[in-house]
């Protein structure tokens, strides 16, 4: 599948590294030996080199050391990458610094900036979902907000991320404490209320997966939860930041972790994605061998329980592409979002991406039920079948093209976490949000499909893309094509009733206000969040939004696209929203603002909100 965090910048490098003896290593250089072909030529997909120029070094450096270009940019030394990383966005040589170095001292809290007590007391938004359901919906006693209040929000206070983009993790909320990662391995906790630092911790690599915050049983110190691009898992100590123990959960060299990690009676259920279907556009690469995977640990030591593969059948020797390489398949299932959890049926559920290879297997582009206890798969539905297709097949060139499957599927598979949602009468129903914009109720006992509704058109990046929120009666999804519509046509809103999938309302697109900047859209990939009476939606253009839930109506909208003095003395300012959604606890609403890859407006920032920014 076409994930925002595997596209964006594909094969970079096709030649040999330059040496690494040199000691000081030209940018110039580098980028026309190894990057020119791509980002001055005109592959589908591949940001622009003006579009390269309006990041920072850091951010460039961190995609070539660990996230999507880590493949690629491993045939370079540290030095070279750096370079290259300052060359492309205009900075002087030499001028690339350690984010965290970035941040003055200044920035963090002191001894008057935050509340005395127990800092994690309080109303809460914990983890991706909010819940173990992954129902995206606040209460109205946890939101401290109403939704008369909406339109009375004001911005209260601003963080910027030092040397990355703001498409990490999405913030979690506990009391007066805030968790959030970023994109170039930098988690931060902050102060709510005044968003000044209290600790940062540098992971190995990007961080997307929203942390979630664990208390020890009889009294004891909390602990921070989130894995890496590397598939590593940590264990952080809430009220310091130091590492407690950290442990690689998948050995692929393109495994990540983009999804929520959940916590539950002292285990961890951890969802595993790759990279591969990026990797798998170079011609002599052997495509493909990763299968995705649910891995649980045991929260007080990180050692494994269980691990189960969403393919069974293990990749084998296929066929050779025209460059004469092997491929492999089955591959590819994998788990992008966060599980949703029925502790009292000892059910997990996940949703699936798809095959990046031939033979399509049967558990791609599904939803599964997992058994809490041992792993083992209870039920599959799979709701497209063939969906083989990799990153290759957007090339328009043969060359290009060698590794795509042979009658390619449509990339219409899963990225947003399935929701458990109780109805009215007490009958369960198990939500799950397509590409290929249908919605989807499921029995969650047995996986018989209840009912399908098509919320809207679906494509490479569109349909339901990150996830959804529901009240248990409406489910409210947002809708992308930022591909294949453009601005003005992209995007809206759907209303579903999640008894029998009937529309309650639509929200249309918002109108065009790109102007014709470039990577501005419309469309609403972000995921959705919602308290009693407004649902928040963030969009490409860099709108945040909010509806009413009954109606559809608008009722707050704000332009993030600004520049902001923020809290650390960070440059910074807001982009395209994508990915995260909002949060929202205490009477505040925290959002993340700026999308880089794939040529989305690029942004840094964190944005606080609150009545009246009181």
């Known amino acids: 599948m076409l994930r925002s965090l595997i596209v964006g910048i594909v094969a970079l490098f096709t030649l040999p590294a330059l040496a690494t003896a040199q000691a000081a290593p030209s940018g110039a250089a580098v980028y026309k030996q190894h990057c020119a072909a791509c980002h001055d030529g005109t592959m589908p ?46 900075r002087p040589a030499g001028s690339y610094r350690a984010p965290l170095a970035i941040i003055p001292k200044s920035a963090y809290c002191s001894a008057g900036q935050t509340t005395s007590g127990d800092p994690l007391s309080g109303a809460s938004w914990n983890g991706w979902g909010i819940n173990l359901q992954n129902t995206r919906h606040q209460s109205a006693a946890e939101a401290g907000l109403a939704a008369a209040d909406v339109p009375r929000l004001k911005l209260k206070w601003s963080f910027g991320f030092p040397g990355a983009s703001a498409s990490g993790s999405q913030v979690s909320v506990l009391g007066n404490r805030l968790f959030v990662g970023s994109r170039n391995g930098i988690v931060y906790s902050l102060d709510k209320s005044t968003g000044c630092l209290v600790w940062g911790f540098e992971a190995d690599a990007g961080t997307r997966s929203t942390p979630v915050v664990a208390r020890a049983a009889a009294g004891g110190g909390a602990t921070v939860y989130f894995g890496d691009a590397h598939a590593q898992v940590y264990a952080l100590d809430a009220a310091t930041g130091a590492l407690r123990w950290k442990v690689k959960v998948e050995g692929h060299l393109d495994a990540m972790i983009t999804g929520g990690i959940v916590f ?27 299968r995705g995977s649910v891995v649980a640990l045991d929260a007080a030591t990180g050692k494994q329980v269980w691990k189960t593969h969403t393919m069974p059948r293990a990749p084998e020797r296929t066929t050779r592409n025209s460059a004469g390489t092997q491929l492999w398949g089955p591959s590819g299932g994998a788990v992008w979002s966060q599980p949703a959890l029925d502790p009292e049926r000892n059910r997990l559920y996940i949703t699936t991406g798809d095959s990046y290879s031939n033979p399509p297997a049967p558990e791609s582009d599904a939803i599964m039920a997992l058994a809490m206890d041992t792993g083992r798969v209870l039920w599959t539905r799979q709701t497209l079948a063939k969906d083989a297709w990799n990153v290759g097949c957007l090339e328009t060139t043969p ?17 947003s976490s399935p929701a458990l949602a109780t109805l009215p009468d007490g009958r369960r129903v198990l939500l799950a949000g397509q590409k290929s914009g249908a919605m989807y109720g499921v029995n969650p006992d047995t996986g018989e499909l209840l009912w399908t509704r098509q919320a809207g058109a679906g494509g490479v990046l569109g349909g339901i893309e990150w996830g959804f929120a529901t009240d248990g009666s409406v489910a409210y999804a947002s809708l992308s094509s930022a591909f294949e519509k453009k601005a003005g046509e ?41 308290i009693p009476g407004a649902v928040f939606s963030g969009s490409l253009d860099g709108h945040f ?65 609150s009545v009246e920014g009181k």
């Open 264 to 290: 539950h009676n002292g285990r961890l259920y951890v969802p595993v994605s790759s990279l591969e279907e990026g990797t798998a556009v170079m011609a002599s690469y052997q495509c493909c061998t990763f």
């Open 399 to 415: 060359a290009g093209r060698v590794n795509c499957p042979e009658s390619p599927g449509p990339d219409f598979d899963f990225g």
């Open 45 to 90: 997909r591949m940001p622009s080199r003006a579009a390269l120029g309006a990041m920072a070094p850091e951010h460039v450096e961190s995609e070539l050391a660990s996230f999507n270009m880590r493949r690629q940019g491993a045939a370079l030394s540290p030095a070279e990458r750096r370079a290259v990383a300052e060359f492309v966005t205009g």
């Open 490 to 530: 992209a995007g809206g809103l759907v209303a579903v009733n999640t008894s029998d999938g009937t529309v309650r309302w639509s929200a249309p697109p918002s109108a065009d206000a790109c102007a014709g900047r470039q990577g501005c859209n419309t469309a609403q990939p972000a995921a959705v969040s919602s």
């Open 545 to 609: 939004r909010a509806y009413d839930s009954a109606t559809g109506k608008v009722l707050f909208d704000v332009n993030t696209t600004d520049e902001y003095d923020t809290v650390n003395d960070v440059p910074a300012r807001g982009g395209s929203l994508n990915g995260p959604g909002a949060a929202i606890a205490g009477g505040m609403v925290f959002v993340n603002s700026g999308y880089s890859t794939l040529g989305f407006m690029p942004g840094n920032v964190l944005l606080a909100f």
